[in-house]
């Protein structure tokens, strides 16, 4: 296809070409294409810009542990993890949902996801003065109306009614607005979606590696969709991206989350890292929130977001995603033979996320334990699969939904036919409790289970069969943060119940 990108991408200091495509990189060798000055950088250029929305992707708020607490701790498989101590401040927000209104991972989140969309404005601004419609101009403004369609989807599900900012602020004054409707907010990520998978290209050149194409803005879409149950959109969507022939479940599944199976296949969007002892700057905080807390070689990290006994009991007999899933303290754990620490009273935990499990040979070759250069599966293939089997079960085509749930299980399954029975189930009932387990366990610890129990509307059920009492469903929502309601002098008005 033709490229819609300089040969040599021009970076300002400190971003990082991101790219894409469907092979994994190599580790030791892989370096980032150029980086320039400021200076160097031809003003108000528009891929400047838009590499500027990829750098904002490194933020704590989108890609570190505000994400994770809002996306995955709340849910009912999962804890908040650390030690005795970090658990008794974090846990009564994160775990027991009595939230504040100044806590420091909603606030974060807020932040990061406002600052983002600031980015693809900025983009959207420069491209609009340039009053170009050509190829290379309308695919760079359909990165940035992804993103921003992104952040949005995110911020509506975690806050409702936030304020819509669609233009680019000169002045802080002017991002100073009260709270639009849920029912807009999704007006304007409908309409990004809409623009990007027109615009986006399928796929790029494989030193374009992390670029955003037609298939995830589609797979977002189907996202979207199924968050409104509007389910015929959402599986048309889907099937978008399964016949767009980029994607595939090739990989097995314990080696998704290796660093070798980085940009595979399995990717639909992927936020990328770098972290070499030289470059420390282009990396994420995403695995070193998550890493064991340990001591010495294995203190890979703050040990938020730890799987808890649901989920661990939710796994089939014999599902080899278990063992991918939950690393095991006091354990060795494949497959780099290594001992995880054992549990300790300051440290009680039986699980870690072994998602995030980090090769000690990448730690030893950069110098840290952190996995600062470990990337974020943000959407994967066996995701948009799943959102397939349900969309087309919800509309009555039992048949293909029992196909698509058979991809994923077959997968999972591997040579092995004595677990994972085949599901033949035509009764919808049956059939949709089977996808929802499914999605619980293809993809445990990734940031879907919260609000998929939202969204299927057994949220308070389901967390009160967990123990978390302390749910209700004035829960589904943060707290808008307290200091930007200061900051508006009350024209940004708080969420009802706090």
């Known amino acids: ?116 969309i600031a980015l693809c404005n900025n983009a959207l601004q420069v491209a609009d003065s340039l009053g170009n419609d050509d190829e290379i101009t309308m695919s760079l403004v359909a990165e940035a109306k992804f993103f921003r369609a992104w952040a949005y989807f995110n911020l509506v599900r975690a806050f409702g009614g936030v304020p819509k900012i ?94 070798a199976q980085e940009n595979s296949k399995e990717c639909v969007f992927e936020i990328q890292a770098y972290y070499t002892q030289a470059q420390t700057s282009l990396g994420i905080t995403y695995a070193s929130r998550q890493g064991v807390r340990g001591s010495g070689d294995m203190n890979l990290g703050w040990g938020w977001n730890v799987p808890n006994e649901r989920l661990a009991s939710a796994f089939e007999e014999g599902d080899p995603r278990k063992d991918a899933t939950l690393l095991y303290a006091g354990k060795i754990n494949t497959p780099y033979s290594e001992l995880i620490p054992a549990p300790t009273a300051t440290v009680p935990r039986p699980y870690w996320n072994k998602k995030v499990y980090t090769n000690p040979a990448i730690r030893q070759s950069t110098g840290s334990l952190g996995g600062d250069w470990f990337d ?30 058979e991809q994923i299980r077959a997968r999972a399954r591997g040579n092995n036919n004595t677990i994972l029975p085949k599901i033949t189930t035509n009764d919808q009932e049956e059939l949709r409790q089977a996808i929802r387990h499914e999605r619980q366990v293809e993809l445990g610890m990734e940031n879907e289970r919260f609000f998929d129990l939202i969204r299927w509307g057994i949220d308070v059920e389901v967390m009160h069969e967990a123990g978390k009492t302390g749910y209700q469903t004035q829960n589904r929502i943060l707290p808008i943060p307290q200091n930007e309601i200061d900051r508006s002098g009350g024209i940004l008005t708080q969420n009802p119940g706090y």
């Open 376 to 405: 974020f599966r943000v959407i994967r293939y066996a995701d948009v699969v799943l959102m397939a089997a349900e969309a087309a079960n919800e509309t009555g085509d039992h048949q293909a939904a029992l196909d698509y749930l």
């Open 1 to 116: 296809m033709k490229r819609i990108v300089k040969t040599q991408y021009i970076f300002l200091a400190g971003i990082m070409l991101l790219a894409l495509s469907s092979c994994k990189k190599d580790w030791l060798d892989r370096k980032p294409l150029g980086q320039l000055t400021e200076d160097e950088l031809p003003a108000g250029s528009l891929e400047g810009q838009v590499l500027a929305i990829y750098a904002g992707l490194r933020s704590e708020g989108t890609s570190g542990l505000p994400y994770v607490a809002v996306h995955n701790i709340r849910s009912d498989d999962a804890d908040i993890g650390s030690n005795t101590g970090d658990e008794a401040q974090a846990a009564p927000n994160t775990d027991n949902f009595q939230y504040t209104t100044n806590y420091w991972l909603w606030g974060n989140y807020w932040t990061d996801h406002y600052k983002l």
């Open 166 to 259: 669609d233009f680019r602020v000169y002045d802080p004054s002017e991002s100073i607005l009260p709270k639009s409707s849920v029912a807009e907010i999704y007006q304007l990520i409908d309409a990004d979606l809409e623009s990007a998978t027109t615009s986006l290209p399928l796929n790029w050149e494989t030193r374009y590696i992390g670029r955003i194409t037609k298939g995830a803005a589609f797979a977002l879409q189907a996202k979207t969709f199924l968050a409104r149950n509007r389910f015929g959109e959402a599986l048309a969507a889907a099937r978008m991206v399964i016949s767009s022939g980029q994607y595939d479940l090739s990989v097995p599944y314990d080696q998704i989350f290796t660093e």
